[in-house]
T-cell receptor, first 114, second 113 residues
Framework: EPEVTQTPSHQVTQMGQEVILRCVPISNHLYFYWYRQILGQKVEFLVSFYNNEISEKSEIFDDQFSVERPDGSNFTLKIRSTKLEDSAMYFC????????????FGPGTRLTVL | GNSVTQMEGPVTLSEEAFLTINCTYTATGYPSLFWYVQYPGEGLQLLLKATKADDKGSNKGFEATYRKETTSFHLEKGSVQVSDSAVYFCALLSNFGNEKLTFGTGTRLTIIP
């Protein structure tokens, strides 16, 4: 069964450093998303991406964040200058195909900012 | 804006007990409703969904009915197992071209043998 994959599973970085989180969505999907979950809190929407551009972003997704689909398979989230409060689990999701309103989630990347 | 309110956890039950996790929502129009489950150390998995009023989603013995009159989508299971221990998230997807899922806070469920 096709699945969304994410790398790395855990990333530790120093405050102020840039990080890139990587995702490979399900191959025939057209809509891509990033969500985050701060430990013990709810899952929050960050950004959605369709047709090579951002379709919606939340207030969390400020100028420090960017997304890119550099090739036909990867979907990345970049945080330019990480802050302590960026520590969270980041989930990538994709949707498309017949069940267009079902979003399939990856296993997540745990980001720890020291 | 859209919002989802879930019953506070954690919830601890004995094996074979009946489970209800309450979920109510606020949204304009006719959203689709979902329950996601997160097992320890894993990502979010879709458990079940309902896309219109009175629809019942079901999977793995879990059920939830989309009740527009009470704006609710409560999750139920008749007889829980230890393997059902996880965090359960209620979520909605607006049908006004807004693609983002809005999640509840999650309910941690622990089943004891």
């Amino acid at each position: 069964e096709p699945e969304v994959t994410q790398t790395p599973s855990h990333q530790v970085t120093q405050m102020g450093q840039e990080v890139i989180l990587r995702c490979v969505p399900i191959s025939n999907h057209l809509y891509f998303y990033w969500y985050r979950q701060i430990l013990g809190q709810k899952v929050e929407f960050l950004v959605s991406f369709y047709n090579n551009e951002i379709s919606e972003k939340s207030e969390i997704f400020d100028d420090q964040f960017s997304v890119e689909r550099p090739d036909g398979s990867n979907f990345t989230l970049k945080i330019r200058s990480t802050k302590l409060e960026d520590s969270a689990m980041y989930f990538c999701a994709s949707s498309g195909g017949l069940n267009y309103n079902e979003q399939f989630f990856g296993p997540g990347t745990r980001l720890t900012v020291l | 804006g859209n919002s989802v309110t879930q019953m506070e956890g954690p919830v601890t039950l004995s094996e074979e007990a009946f489970l209800t996790i309450n979920c109510t929502y606020t949204a304009t129009g006719y959203p689709s409703l979902f329950w996601y489950v997160q097992y320890p150390g894993e990502g979010l998995q879709l458990l079940l969904k309902a896309t219109k009023a009175d629809d019942k989603g079901s999977n793995k013995g879990f059920e939830a009915t989309y009740r527009k009159e009470t704006t609710s989508f409560h999750l139920e299971k008749g007889s829980v197992q230890v393997s059902d221990s996880a965090v359960y998230f209620c979520a909605l997807l607006s049908n006004f071209g807004n693609e983002k899922l809005t999640f509840g806070t999650g309910t941690r469920l622990t089943i004891i043998p």
